[in-house]
């Protein structure tokens, strides 16, 4: 077991066997090689007792750990503290491994930084040396890579702790040199402790012979070779645990043939895999010049935003640059953010990527000036929390909602492709087939919402997201309407296009509104689709009521001869001014859909036209 109550690493076998001096040991017939990290020649047993008796009334051993002839390591108790400990002890002295084991926990003692192990008390107790320090209850990055890669938030919080400490320890003029994954610890919180500085730069002269230096893909070239090196050696050890704990697997010994990290994990951020190339350059010169530099430029890509005194919000319009250096910071480790998808009345939605679970989302981030209001975040999460609960083939998946530095956002499935409205305006007017389908997956989509009490309230080409190549529907911004209910002016509500034409009249006039204003709003979205054009013309809010008011519903057929008129009777009621004339539920509007697409595939007219292939 380690000093954190997990098995000990080879590294930690390997440290206790590089003091090179006559042996006191304590022998007889060795043990089991399950505990490997007890030497084969050191009697376990009497070691415990031994060691029970040198340390009465000041440790209660629970366990060994580690051993050889010149070391051992236990768990123990603190009698007054009543804490868990890890308490090193080295047996020989005036030998060079006791020179080393005193000089080592003089440096450790020196320093106080909560990403270096602390040091509590030390001192002789007859022949042998010792030193207490904290027990850390977590396993070492080696033991936690056995399962797998870290999760990409673990390695970005990895490499935050680890310039710290380097930070620290630079402007304390030591050079940790090497970093082992099996030396640096992970706490049960996920922090990073460094845990060994037995190769720093100053105990280079009392230290025994490296493992392996020339192959060592863990310490810097410079460095391989018994030299001090400098700060950027550091970097360059950190750069390698970053890309070990990011990828499974530890870099290349030479820098050369080091593969970029994303090779071999797609989902490592551009930005993180920037900054550990960049640490990983042959020549220390070519790296970063400190460890703050490379935690800024990391810390940069999530967002270095700077205090702002400005009472207005920060918005994508008014500094675009810092915007996204806003949320860049706001997203933290939770989410990557790769592009932006579009922008509306209520917010903007980007493509990222979900860190945790590595998979692409969109993520809509509300507009600053619509999350002042404490009621519209509490009204919002309550609409996304019913939303989330809504299961559709038709309908976008919501996954989460979340928030920082003032930014409010909820994630969704990412549908790769285009919505309604760039599909029209790219390709022009839909076809009839294309049309029908449109009002088809709707109503189904609508059915499903409507039955579960959630009403859109927002339906315009914007929110329908188009699968292609098989035309398959999603709606998205479910119960979104409703949560920021009378915060905008109704002008900018309603489309991107900053005009109300697909909002029933009921809605324009603040009437109350229930699932048939949803109908007449697809029926809108389906007209539209069919002349590709809004469906009034443009225009202000008081003329399109004005034509409401008369009962005027865009005439299709004038724009587009194919329509049928079975088609057209039924989009008539659908878009009916009064919602007592409209259908009841999207359920009837779909049975009359299929009805007018009956009568109107087996009209006998129509079957004679074709017989005659004019239609």
Known sequence: MGPHGTSAPAADRDYFSRTHVCARPI????????????????????????????????????????????????????????????????????????????????????????????????????????????????????????????????????????????????TQQIVVRRIAPTSLMLTRAGRAIITDLRWANSLLEYAGPEVDPATDPFLAPETRNGDPGDPGSDLYAAAALIYYAVTGEAPAADPADISPPSLLRTACPKALERVVVHALQPMGRARYLNAAEMAGDLLSELGDLAFRTSAAPLTAESDPTAWEKLLRRALGDDYELLSELGAGAFGRVYRVRDLALEREVALKVLHPSLTADPGVVERFRREAQLAAQVRHPHIVDVFDTGGRTGLLWYTMAFIPGENLGQYVRRHGPLSIPQAVELLRQGLSALTHAHGQGLVHRDLKPENILLERPDWRIQITDFGLALALEGLRDDRKHYSHSGTPEFAAPEQLLGEMVDNRADLYSLTMVAIFGLMGRLPFGGGTIESVLARQALGEVPNVRAHRADVPEELARVLTRAAARDPDERFESAEAYAEALERALRRWRFNPRRLVRRLLGRD
């Open 27 to 170: 022998m007889t017939a060795p043990i089991p090689s399950t505990h490997a990290p007890i030497a084969p020649s050191v009697d376990a047993a009497a070691l415990q007792r031994e060691a029970e008796h040198v340390f009465a009334g000041m440790f209660e051993l629970e366990q060994l750990v580690a051993a050889n002839e010149f070391r051992a390591l236990f768990v123990a108790r603190h009698v007054v503290l009543e804490r868990r400990v890890a308490l090193r002890v080295h047996f020989e002295p005036d030998t060079p491994g006791r020179r080393w084991f005193e000089r080592e926990t003089v440096l450790l003692a020196q320093l106080d930084h909560p990403g270096l192990r602390p040091i509590h008390s030390a001192g002789y107790r007859g022949d042998w040396a010792y030193r207490v320090t904290k027990w850390i209850d977590g396993e070492s990055l080696y033991e936690a890579i056995q399962r797998g890669p870290r999760p990409i938030p673990d390695v970005l919080q990895l490499a935050r702790d680890l310039l710290s400490a380097l930070d620290y320890a630079h």
